[in-house]
């Protein structure tokens, strides 16, 4: 997989209602086939209740009810999927994702807040902030 590194900051204010996507573009560039994993972490100290999704790039957001959110981020990670090597013909040589996060506005079943969280945590003297990473690791297929 071409060697790249990419850093997106979003300064965006997020509040109860909200929601935001980011999008990941993977390419086998090389001549052999690869595996690739994607391990998924977000750091919340503030605890917002965020859940999140992840589809095929340029798919649109999940429906609210949809069984595709999870409340941890952990359960997007991706294992050991096969690229193959870059050729003229290739269509598997590339995998696009899309990445969607949103703080319901209302109390719901998968996270268990309320309005009093989202009220405590607009008052704290602190705005909350929570930070996503996605690590991909790449490997050479034999």
Known sequence: IAGMESWITIEEKIAPGTSGSVDLYLENASEVAAKYSIKFECTNHDNIPLKYALVAANAAMPASSAADWKSSIADLDKADIELAAATTEATTDEANYRLYWKWEFDNDSVTNKTDATDLALGIAGTAPTATIK????????D
């Open 134 to 141: 996605a690590t991909v690791t790449a490997t050479q297929v």
